[in-house]
Each structure stands twice: as C-alpha cells, then as structure tokens.
C-alpha cells in the first residue's frame, strides 16, 4: 500500500529525490513520515508531513538538508535529499499515521511501505 522508491549510489554533496506512493486505499488523512535504517543500527526518525502538507518536522540530523513535500492529490510524498553525507547512507522508509505531530518521531505508524536503499559515497 505504501512503496517507497529513487534510492540509489551517489556521491557525497550530492542529492537523491525519494518518493512515496500510495495504492489500495487513501492515506489523504494521514500525516506522513520519512525513517531511515542503517546496518548495525536501530531505525531513525528522519522526519515528517501533515496531512494537508502545512506542516512539517525533521531530525536534527537532516535539518537544512532534507526536504518533505507531498502532491495535491495527497498520495505521494517526496523526501528530497541534498548535501548527502556518508553516514545518511542507509534503507529508507516511508510510513503514514493519523497520530498529532508530537509523536511523528515515535509511532506508531499503522502503514509501512517496502524501502529503498541510500548509499553515499565519500
């Protein structure tokens, strides 16, 4: 229902434009969000859009660097992704959750979508 896609082999500094589409059913009404897995390690909060795509929330790590957006329709989101350092490489997710904005960093998300490997370069 959610499929995550554009990951790939880039170069640090460079950028990757990811998207998020949904299928099967609306998530007009949920708010979006944006996590990230590297090997070794626990999953990452990497940000998060409203449902109306008014609003939105970043890790500290990605702040000034990434980029959250969502079309008119309401079925896909972007994470943009510029300046990518090494260490953002990693598989990324994209999730949907009818949860208010303070627990967009913890979940829960009630859908996951399948994700796409990050891999940056040095």
């Known amino acids: 229902q959610l499929q995550a896609s554009g990951g790939g082999l880039v170069q640090a500094g460079g950028s990757l434009k990811l998207s998020c589409a949904a299928s099967?059913?609306?998530?007009?009404?949920?708010?979006a969000g944006w996590f990230r897995q590297a090997p070794g390690k626990e999953r990452e909060f990497v940000g998060a859009?409203?449902?109306?795509?008014?609003?939105?929330y970043y890790a500290d790590s990605v702040k000034g660097r990434f980029t959250i957006s969502r079309g008119n329709a309401k079925s896909t989101v972007w994470l943009q992704t510029n300046s990518l350092k090494p260490e953002d490489t990693a598989v990324y997710y994209c999730a949907a959750t009818m949860g208010t904005p303070r627990s967009w960093s913890g979940g829960p998300y009630a859908y996951w979508g399948q994700g796409t490997q990050v891999t940056v370069s040095s």
């Open positions: 099967g059913r609306t998530f007009n009404s949920y708010a």
């Open positions: 859009i409203s449902w109306n795509g008014y609003s939105t």
